[in-house]
């Protein structure tokens, strides 16, 4: 199973594999939810995993990575849905196989599931409201603000241990964010630079904009994640990765999804 987050907190796009070797085995992807009894998108997993609402499929940067590491490899790949809180449940609960999402792989998470090298390396994103052109450099500079996370990233537990904040708000999906800090209910968000950067690019309605001047401090590496102790399967990734990397394609899925 794959998973991804769009617009509901309830449920993401999740993808399933097969292969001759490994009969029935799951794989997930993440970042493009699909709200139960629903076919409704948000941008809140793109450009990583999304449902694209024209063609009613997921789409997205690792959506394009785990399908073509699954032709390197000999697995198929189709796509279904799990709420992202339950991905690393479901991962362990082999309910899934393969998480394939915009999942750092932290060293909290390496101990209860396993991570491939490291597909795409990136850091926090801040951004305020249109009508605030202070040029922000650190969390320093927005000591006493009121600031707003996305659940379940890894972005929490550094910005509420970094004592300048009045509070650190956590919201389920990032437009909620968003919509927080353009109407002045918070001072700041925080939130996957290259997601944040895609929607706002995509969609002019968010009375926002990313801090260019803003220096990321919880960088991390995107990685996909397979139970743990399950090196067949890891070695399988691996080694459609590896070729991915050596070949370009890599590189092609991230420019064709405007990943810098």
């Given at each position: 199973?794959?998973?991804?987050?769009?617009?509901?907190?309830?449920?993401?796009?999740?993808?399933?594999?097969?292969?001759?070797?490994?009969?029935?085995?799951?794989?997930?992807?993440?970042?493009?939810?699909?709200?139960?009894?629903?076919?409704?998108?948000?941008?809140?997993?793109?450009?990583?995993t999304?449902?694209?609402?024209?063609?009613?499929?997921?789409?997205?940067?690792m959506?394009?990575?785990?399908?073509?590491?699954?032709?390197?490899?000999?697995?198929?790949?189709?796509?279904?849905?799990?709420?992202?809180?339950?991905?690393?449940?479901?991962?362990?609960?082999?309910?899934?196989d393969?998480?394939?999402?915009?999942?750092?792989?932290?060293?909290?998470?390496?101990?209860?599931?396993?991570?491939?090298?490291?597909v795409?390396?990136?850091?926090?994103?801040?951004?305020?409201?249109?009508?605030?052109?202070?040029?922000?450099?650190?969390?320093?500079?927005?000591?006493?603000?009121?600031?707003?996370?996305?659940?379940?990233?890894?972005?929490?537990?550094?910005?509420?241990?970094?004592?300048?904040?009045?509070?650190?708000?956590?919201?389920?999906?990032?437009?909620?964010?968003?919509?927080?800090?353009?109407?002045?209910?918070?001072?700041?968000?925080?939130?996957d630079?290259?997601?944040?950067?895609?929607?706002?690019?995509?969609?002019?309605?968010?009375?926002?904009?990313?801090?260019?001047?803003?220096?990321?401090?919880?960088?991390?590496?995107?990685?996909?994640?397979?139970?743990?102790?399950?090196?067949?399967?890891?070695?399988?990734?691996?080694?459609?990765?590896?070729?991915?990397?050596?070949?370009?394609?890599?590189?092609?899925?991230?420019?064709?999804?405007?990943?810098?």
């Amino acid at each position: 199973m794959v998973a991804a987050a769009t617009t509901s907190p309830a449920a993401l796009m999740a993808t399933w594999f097969t292969e001759d070797v490994l009969k029935g085995c799951r794989s997930s992807l993440v970042e493009g939810a699909l709200s139960e009894g629903t076919r409704r998108s948000t941008p809140s997993g793109v450009p990583f995993t999304f449902l694209d609402v024209k063609t009613n499929t997921i789409e997205g940067v690792m959506v394009d990575l785990i399908r073509a590491i699954g032709e390197k490899s000999g697995f198929k790949v189709e796509i279904d849905a799990t709420q992202w809180s339950a991905l690393i449940p479901s991962l362990t609960g082999n309910k899934i196989d393969i998480i394939a999402a915009a999942m750092f792989a932290t060293a909290e998470r390496a101990k209860v599931i396993d991570f491939s090298e490291p597909v795409y390396t990136y850091g926090e994103g801040l951004f305020v409201p249109d009508s605030d052109s202070k040029a922000y450099q650190s969390f320093a500079d927005m000591k006493g603000y009121t600031v707003g996370v996305q659940v379940g990233t890894a972005f929490i537990d550094p910005l509420k241990k970094a004592g300048v904040f009045k509070e650190v708000k956590v919201y389920d999906t990032i437009p909620d964010i968003m919509r927080d800090v353009s109407l002045g209910r918070i001072n700041a968000g925080f939130a996957d630079y290259p997601i944040v950067a895609y929607n706002l690019a995509q969609n002019t309605s968010y009375k926002v904009h990313l801090v260019k001047s803003y220096k990321p401090v919880i960088v991390g590496s995107v990685a996909i994640a397979v139970r743990k102790g399950d090196k067949a399967l890891l070695d399988k990734i691996n080694g459609g990765l590896g070729k991915l990397k050596a070949s370009g394609e890599v590189e092609k899925i991230l420019k064709k999804w405007n990943v810098e």
